[in-house]
């Protein structure tokens, strides 16, 4: 087996002393959900996976706190064997910050528990259902060459999965996410069978086609199994041999990758998919030092393998800046020399533009990293830190655990593989804002170069020439509303996520108030950047149980016009006062003085540091911001 | 390999998947004498063999073993 992927190289290897690490685990004076992230941050294999996941389940038992992972419930349907599964699902969750509670129902009871209110999976109120199926749970009938009996078999497939999907959505409303098939590997014809209609192999093609419309279509979540299975290849893949003594629907030497791609897809749901790439230069970008070789010795020529490779590197970065992962520099370098080769040399795809922040120096790395961090206002959390250096990587490990350091082979033709392999960038959705986002926190950079010139703040404000938009939630704006409301830390009063069904509840429900607001300047559209849903508490009383920003545009006093829409729309509906709650976490001090600053005032306040305010509505006039106000209904 | 390189071989990978230190490996022994010694964990027990000795067993073979003393012929004619 190609060990890249199943062995998860992109991790660190298993330390040796990991058996008496997991027997301290807990006793000593550390964070429990840290340390067992910590371990489970390394290339474990089955018989690892399934030891860490015994302490957690005792951990769980005795009642200890899994902090500051997040709690998330997964009930799994599947026609096989997964009790091998579950294990390496709760472990590899761990190493995504996701403390993972799987409802397992009984062996291939798939349709009952879907579609019976009061099943095993329907009563335990998941967050999440997988459909964990391979193509022995499909009813496909062969019809060699019949288009039409073809169609006919995959229109009954997709039916079956939708009613199964249609069950979950009318009793539990989890998120369903959906499995493509691997195909057999067996073929019948031989090649034909990719053509011919009615065969096993263009059935599945066609299965699997549907199941990706239906879920870009419906907000479901897709685990493209299939792909998986062709990048390890389907032979490595299909044990027949397992399957038959076990019913195993795939090798178990591959239980840790399919884990590891489960356990992404879940923490992308929660929003926890990183967004920053941060670069070393020397042997990273290019070949060789670029302070001792010099703008000629350096190597990035096409036509040169190690050049090309280096060059892979890039455009894989530029690739993902495309689709709105952040690039930035850190690099042990005189600043001039290392801006060199961007500016002047002719070969390298990537230019000083597409860097969000650069940082050459002679700083350590770590340093340098909570630098980019800080002036891009996003945690370290979200950065993903390339480097060929062992010892840098080892070094911003050790100094900085929240930040994903892949380990790299020697050889630079596999590094852009290696990094795509980990998948520190896995989304579930796509919004079209997306595309831009690099561009926002590029022009914010510009926007604070002009404050440093427009002279007072409310100059700089005025000077902005900005447009804000106020809109309830709708359709259009739903996948951006989910990725916000998930994604959101420091901007954030409650930090309550909702999944994609639960937004649009509160979309249809008259009772709630929802606002999404957008705001455009004179840089561009910075798009949707915040989101607020108000509940009706008792009679008169509305209380603000989300009030989210984006941090792209601090500084700018949105709040206070949102909260004169807010209030517009609250003397419209007769309601007489606001509550809102401040719910601290480790991440949204930013925000602890929130509603002091809009003129609340304290009701409450408990030990763990929320406090409750209210706000009447009458009187109440926040100071406005110089901008124009759209009010779409 | 000789017997007793394959027994200790084989009580560390006993003791691994079992997560218990004290199992101790006698010809004997059967899944009635180990605590979680269930069809699952035989399958991971026979797969973490196979990975471990480099070899792999027939489906028959496999429904075959009754004992630690199968297990340690049938690596010692494999090994």
């Given at each position: ?31 429990l959900g840290l340390e067992l992230r910590a371990l489970a941050l390394h290339a474990l294999d089955l018989n ?125 409303n989890a998120v369903c996410i959906f499995q493509t098939f691997a195909p057999p590997v067996e073929t019948l ?445 | ?11 560390d990978i006993f003791q691994d998947v079992f997560d218990e230190e004290s199992i101790r490996l006698t010809p ?52």
């Open positions: 087996m190609y060990p890249l992927y199943a062995e998860l190289q992109w991790l660190p290897p298993a330390p040796a002393d990991f058996p008496q690490r997991l027997k301290a685990l807990g006793n000593g004076t550390g964070t690892q996976l399934t030891k860490l996941a015994k302490v957690i389940g005792r951990a769980r038992r005795e009642g200890n706190s899994l902090d500051p992972l997040t709690p998330f419930r997964l009930a799994v349907l599947s026609n096989s064997t997964i009790d091998l599964i579950v294990p390496a699902l709760v472990s590899s969750a761990v190493r995504h910050g996701i403390a993972l509670d799987v409802v397992q129902p009984s062996y291939d009871q798939v349709a009952h528990e879907a579609l019976q209110p009061d099943s095993q999976v329907n009563s335990s109120n998941p967050d999440a259902v997988l459909f964990s199926l391979d193509y022995h749970a499909l009813p496909l009938k062969l019809s060699l060459g019949d288009a039409a009996a073809a169609s006919a078999t995959v229109k009954g497939v997709t039916g079956y999965l939708q009613a199964l999907r249609n069950g979950i959505k009318a009793n539990s014809f031989g090649s034909l069978d990719r053509a011919l209609p009615g065969t096993p192999r263009s059935l599945i093609d066609a299965v699997n086609r549907e199941i990706a419309e239906f879920v870009l279509d419906s907000g479901d979540v897709l685990l493209d199994v299939a792909g998986l299975a062709e990048t390890v290849g389907l032979a490595d893949w299909h044990n027949t041999q397992l399957w038959n003594l076990a019913k195993f629907s795939f090798s178990d030497e591959l239980i840790p990758l399919y884990a590891d791609h489960v356990a992404r897809t879940v923490a992308a749901i929660r929003g926890k998919s990183r967004k920053v790439l941060i670069l070393d230069l020397d042997n990273t970008v290019w070949g060789g030092v670029i302070g001792d070789d010099g703008l000629e010795g350096i190597v990035i020529a096409q036509g040169d393998a190690r050049g090309e490779a280096h060059l892979a590197v890039q455009r894989h970065a530029l690739d993902l800046r495309q689709r709105g992962i952040l690039l930035a520099v850190s690099s042990k370098n005189t600043d001039e020399i290392a801006r060199e080769p961007f500016e002047k040399h002719a070969e390298m795809l990537l230019k000083l533009e597409h860097i969000a922040v650069f940082q050459a120096n002679w700083s350590d790395k770590a340093t340098n990293i909570q630098a980019i961090a800080k002036e891009l206002s996003l945690g370290l959390d979200a950065m993903v830190f390339l480097d060929d250096n062992p010892v840098e990587r080892g070094l911003v490990r050790a100094m900085l655990p929240q930040v994903a350091v892949p380990e790299l082979p020697d050889e630079p033709a596999y590094f852009a593989r290696t990094l795509a392999a980990a998948g520190y960038f896995e989304a579930v959705t796509f919004a079209g804002e997306d595309l831009q986002r690099a561009g926002f926190y590029q022009d914010n950079a510009r926007r604070a170069s002009l404050q440093k010139t427009a002279g007072g703040l409310d100059a700089y404000l005025a000077s902005l020439d900005m447009t804000i938009t106020f809109q309830p939630f709708d359709a259009t704006g739903r996948a951006r509303i989910v990725q916000l409301i998930n994604k959101s830390n420091q901007y954030n009063l409650t930090t309550r996520r909702y999944t994609d069904p639960q937004v649009t509840e509160a979309e249809n429900d008259p009772a709630v108030f929802t606002l999404q607001v957008r705001l455009a300047d004179i840089f561009g559209d910075n798009g949707m950047i915040s989101v607020v849903i108000c509940r009706p508490a008792s009679a008169g009383i509305w209380d603000i149980d989300t009030w989210l920003m984006s941090c792209r545009v601090l500084g700018r006093n949105v709040e206070h016009m949102v909260l004169r829409e807010i209030l517009d729309h609250a003397r419209a509906a007769g309601i007489r006062k606001l509550t809102g709650t401040y719910r601290p976490t480790d991440r949204n001090k930013l925000v602890v003085d929130h509603y002091a600053r809009l003129g609340f005032t304290l009701v409450g306040e408990e030990e763990s540091g929320l406090t409750q305010w209210e706000l009447l509505v009458e009187g109440a006039e926040p100071a406005g911001v110089p901008m124009k106000v759209i009010s779409l209904a | 390999m000789d017997e007793p390189q394959i027994y200790a071989r084989l009580t004997g022994l059967s899944a009635k004498d180990v605590e979680g010694w269930d069809s699952l964990t035989h399958i991971r027990l026979i797969l973490t063999i196979e990975k471990a000795f480099k070899i792999k067993f027939s489906t028959s073979e496999i429904g075959k073993l009754e004992d630690v003393g199968d297990l340690v012929a049938l690596i010692e004619a494999r090994a």
